[in-house]
């Protein structure tokens, strides 16, 4: 696929930005789109961003649960660029006008003092490069028409990259065991999810250390002080206008955030 397609589908999923509707999914438009051109359009999404003054703070990882695998007929992860556009306090508010189909997923983040390198990045590799690790949600968002997506779909959309919330207290790794690590999500009060570390690939710095190898292949690095989301603990949670969130980790605290109509 040549670069004027690649521009193409870029202003095509730009438009869904702007217009606040999603959009026909982008294996309609170039049904022989491959995984590799789909994460052409998405670095070209994100060049833009930061050619018009945003900032890549980090990266996060999908599709690192076997069910969601299953559920897209993939065998490996994704992954996108996390924008400091995309930061929002713990406890604060999100204007719907900022979103489009909103969905909320707890994770464990990770923000790395050293940077780590592909092809042979390790999970061990992974901790020692951590500073620490923060309990964190992640509000993904599709730019793509009533999340009809494809493994193509979502790598050109950055991922179904949204918004995500930092909170609770930062933990060195080496305190606690990750894949053991409890968590419990909340909408409005009420417990809706549950999930373990280990639901991520076994350990989330297993998905960490996929992501280092990935990146490789384009010629990226994970870099000190990037924040890295590891995947998401259990299912994501559809949002309304007026739903409050919050999830409780163990050893880590707390983490929330409130969409606001």
Known sequence: MDEINIERL??????????????????TLVPEITVEMAYRVQLATIERKVEA???????????TSLAMQQLLSVDQPDY??????????????????????PKVEAEIAFVLKQELVGPHV??????????YVIPALEIVDSRIESWEIK???????????GLYVLGGKPLKPDRVDLAQMGMALYKNGEL?????????????ANC????????????ITLKAGEVILSGALSAAVDAAPGDYFHARFAYLGEVGVRFRG
């Open 10 to 27: 870029a202003d095509h999923l730009e438009e869904a930005e702007k217009s606040g509707c999603g959009v026909a999914p982008i294996t």
């Open 53 to 63: 003054g945003d900032v890549v703070v980090g990266k996060k990882i999908g599709l």
């Open 80 to 101: 996108g660029h996390l924008l400091a556009s995309m930061a929002v306090e713990n406890g604060g508010e999100i204007s719907w006008k900022r979103v489009i189909q």
């Open 122 to 131: 390790t999970a061990l590799d992974v901790l020692r490069a951590t500073d």
């Open 151 to 161: 493994l193509e779909d979502t790598i050109a959309d950055n991922a179904s990259s």
């Open 192 to 204: 809706v999810n549950t999930g373990v570390g280990a639901a991520v690939l076994g350990h989330p």
């Open 208 to 219: 960490v250390a996929w992501l280092a190898n990935k990146l490789y292949e384009f010629g």
